[in-house]
């Protein structure tokens, strides 16, 4: 009986020793699967910072077009109202006149087409010639749209 005894208690006791190893060795196993999640958590992590500071980047570089835009959009307002005020003078009738003066109304309507037509030609990014830049009297400058066009023009009506 004391020799049983003995057999159960070294059968438990090796069962004991083994069950602790293999949950060490599980423990292992869980560690290293543990350490390549981190490593992939990190390698995203800073794939994510890397595109956080990108669009940071991109976002300033929206913000700095918006405010280039903003500009070009008051300067374009700015001409619009004053073809406006200068259309809107007194009573005026463009088809009486047209008739009375064709050759003049023609001289000025053709004159007036060719400065719009190289307004939308600045306005969609081409470069401004010689003269333009050096226009600074009224006789020399882009009516329809002188602030785009003669950026050194200066009215002092």
């Known amino acids: 009986m004391f020799s049983t005894i003995k057999m159960a208690i070294a059968i438990m006791l090796i069962t004991g020793i083994a069950g602790a190893g293999i949950y060490v060795m599980k423990l292992r196993a869980d560690n290293a699967t543990l350490k390549a999640n981190q490593i992939e ?46 259309f809107n003078k007194k009573k005026r009738d463009v088809g009486k006149l047209a008739i009375e003066r064709s050759q003049s109304v023609e001289r000025v309507i053709n004159k007036g087409s060719a400065e719009a037509t190289r307004c939308v030609e600045l306005a969609s990014g081409a470069e401004r010639t010689e003269a333009e830049l050096k226009a600074t009297r009224k006789s020399e400058i882009n009516t329809m749209c002188p602030s785009l066009a003669n950026p050194n023009f200066v009215d002092y009506e």
Request: charged letters at 40%; a negative charge.
């Open 41 to 86: 958590l990190e390698k995203g992590i800073e794939a994510q910072t890397k595109l956080i500071e990108q669009q940071k980047v991109d976002f300033e570089a929206i913000m700095e077009s918006n405010k280039k835009l903003n500009t070009l959009v008051m300067t374009f307002k700015k001409d619009l109202d004053e073809l406006d005020k200068r």
